[in-house]
């Protein structure tokens, strides 16, 4: 999702293989009796993630690690802060920190008992390190833009100067990883040092990583001594699964019903939404909108119209998407990031066809000889990209364009690749998107003006004003209700607000769903964001075997 993808970067940084591949097969697999559900090393635990879940320059947190498309936690490497299970931000380095009163200066005081893998102490000087690097680096996936400096004021206390207040600054920070300032280099991702609970042990690019306990954790002992996470396919996994080879393996609601013996279906509640993005000017302009720099054509006159965006809002029947496409493992999706303490109620749309229609007409929306609405000479009919390879999109975007034709608008969907089809049309073509996350910052960036999210292309003062004011807020807890404003103010002029203005159809939020070998006891999750992937082993080190 993030337009930086996992092929791009690799181009950007020149990456090649950075580790030598082991033999063939996978390296410290427990192996059951034909997946009987036993698995032969408690010690151990054995994770099969999707191949696109392998991080592309390693083990970097000043890149992508952790703090990358999907957010995680970086096992490797401490972090400032964190989140529990409920999201509430809890100390991991930081023993202590607090924001002066005009927003502009962050303090953390840091546990003294920290040392990296290597043996030397971690310092605030190692902090700064890598909060300076992120703020320098063109290729990190980290958000710090909005931190000016950050300042080692002695051995244990780290200072952020801010370049503007932006409280959101600590989701960012309980994410992102803390490297040492004299062990970081280039190959840094390849051979990482940190002070984690986790040590990598071993990496065969392509195919697995393995992580061993850090012996020198300040914390609490992993309960799971290794772990290893094996990189393949859905059908592969699926299959390892049946062979006993994989304790914990990553599946989809079309291969629910599949589950191998031995072994549990369970189920992680997720932010992990999909939704349509809608074009909400005229076609016919080229700017350079997102992340690339790159001048993109602009506009969609079908979409441009708010009545057509309305419609499809009201249309859409998203409880049959989720029985039909989702086997029922899903909830229904009124914006982004459902459910969370900054999303508004006010959001959520009732199906009216009957509603959807009349807006059509009282637009001069009229039907043809194929049934099709057209106005002014434009056929309502576009054209909906999705990810090629990715079949529950695929699904989700076929069944959407035969419930659009119920009422007049023809939808042609396509597949395609994300660097070469749907990145360069991202600003004119409705996509199906997977979006969600444990923090307002995809909000923020999929609705203000200059976002870069903001692929409806749609521009409003109001709502740019109240993402301000939430990142302005004093505490966390000040900015929902501006958050929810500008998803939707009742004050302003109808339109003026995302629901108003109909920028998405919003679909379904995914569960994420897995294969769990029987007598795999895993920790309490948080709510899972977009990614299937690494957001499950947050907590691997409170896992066990019963």
Known sequence: MNMLTRRSLLKVLGLTAVVGAAGAG???????????????????????????SEPAAGFDPCIAWGCGEHVHEPLIQSTLITTDENLEFTPDLA???GCSSDGMTWTFTLRQDVVFSDGT???????????NTVIGSANSQADLSMVEEAVAKDDYTLELKMAKPNNALLYTLAVLGIVPEAGYSANYGAAPIGSGRYLLEQWDQGQQVIFAANPSYYGEAPLMQRVVVVFMEEDAALAACKAGEVDIAYTSALMADKV????ELFECASVDSRGISLPTRPAGSKERLGMDGAAHPVGNDVTADIAVRRAMNLAVDRQTMIDNVLSGYGSAAYSVGDGMPWSSDDMKVERNVEEAQRLLAEAGWKAGDDGILAKGGTRASFELLYAAGDSTRQALA?????QMAGIGIEVSVKGGDWDTDLYPHQFDTPILWGWGSNSP???YELSYSSGWGNVAAYDSAVVDGHLDAALAAPTLEDSYN??????WDEQAQDGEAPKGAATWVWLANIDHLYFQRSGLKVAQQKPHPHGHGWSLVNNVDRWSWA
Not at 27 to 49: F, I
Not at 121 to 131: K, S, V
């Open 26 to 52: 996978l390296a410290g697999c427990s192996k059951g009796d034909g997946g009987s559900g036993s698995a032969t090393d408690t010690s151990q635990v054995v994770v099969a993630m999707s191949p696109s």
């Open 95 to 97: 023993t202590d920190y």
């Open 121 to 131: 102490p971690l310092t605030a000087r190692d902090a700064a390190f890598t909060i």
């Open 260 to 263: 191998p013996q031995g072994y």
């Open 398 to 402: 076929y069944e959407f364009a035969n």
């Open 441 to 443: 910052v995809e909000l």
């Open 482 to 487: 501006e958050y929810r404003l500008a998803m």
